[in-house]
T-cell receptor, first 117, second 117 residues
Framework: DGGITQSPKYLFRKEGQNVTLSCEQN?????MYWYRQDPGQGLRLIYY???????QKGDIAEGYSVSREKKESFPLTVTSAQKNPTAFYLC????????????????FGDGTRLSIL | AQTVTQSQPEMSVQEAETVTLSCTYD???????LFWYKQPPSRQMILVIR??????QNATENRFSVNFQKAAKSFSLKISDSQLGDAAMYFC??????????????FGKGTRLHILP
């Protein structure tokens, strides 16, 4: 079955440490996204990528970095510069606008919960 | 810039009754897509229903229907015959249909729906 896999499900970060959240999709989607969700809050966009080797900052990119070396993979690194990393992180993918079916909604992974030790 | 507003942080409904969740949005575009997503306690994001702005007919999916008022920029979700499994956070989302590099889906802050037995 096609889908999005996020790992790990739970992650703990020590002070001053960088951690990387994995996101892999086998839906053949060109576009991928990272969102942050704080308790009781909506989704805030961190980074997104529409094609390989290209990505754009979202609304809260500071303290995060991404790469898009392969179509299937869009890992997110939470750097030590992100002072309040505790949150639930969701990865999503979709066909980009202008391709196939506009309005194709995003498919989401099951999320990674990141906490500080 | 487009915005999505959900003015009801929380709502409650008796089981088997009908409830309507509100969503308004702001855009200068005429062609776009609107979505309602459900996020149950498992934190998975599940697409409930979508509406294409150029279609006047309101979308319906079983017990879920929308009231799309384009001129008023309103996109409410009606849940009929509410069931305990409908308890979740509901997010309204907007996506432009314009094909350009800035491809983002914009989410509201969500409405938490409680179902009373």
């Amino acid at each position: 079955d096609g889908g999005i896999t996020q790992s790990p499900k739970y992650l703990f970060r020590k002070e001053g440490q960088n951690v990387t959240l994995s996101c892999e999709q086998n839906l053949n989607h060109d576009a991928m996204y990272w969102y942050r969700q704080d308790p009781g809050q909506g989704l805030r966009l961190i980074y997104y990528s529409q094609i390989v080797n290209d990505f754009q900052k979202g609304d809260i990119a500071e303290g995060y970095s991404v790469s898009r070396e392969k179509k299937e993979s869009f890992p997110l690194t939470v750097t030590s510069a992100q002072k309040n990393p505790t949150a639930f992180y969701l990865c999503a993918s979709s066909h980009p606008k202008g391709r196939v079916v506009l309005g194709q909604p995003q498919h989401f992974g099951d999320g990674t919960r990141l906490s500080i030790l | 810039a487009q915005t999505v507003t959900q003015s009801q942080p929380e709502m409650s409904v008796q089981e088997a009754e009908t409830v309507t969740l509100s969503c308004t949005y702001d855009t200068s575009e005429s062609d776009y897509y609107l979505f309602w997503y459900k996020q149950p306690p498992s934190r998975q994001m599940i697409l409930v229903i979508r509406q294409e702005a150029y279609k006047q007919q309101n979308a319906t999916e079983n017990r879920f229907s929308v009231n799309f008022q384009k001129a008023a920029k309103s996109f409410s979700l009606k849940i009929s015959d509410s069931q305990l499994g409908d308890a979740a956070m509901y997010f309204c989302a907007y996506r432009s249909a314009r094909s350009n590099r800035d491809d983002k889906i914009i989410f509201g802050k969500g409405t938490r729906l409680h179902i009373l037995p």
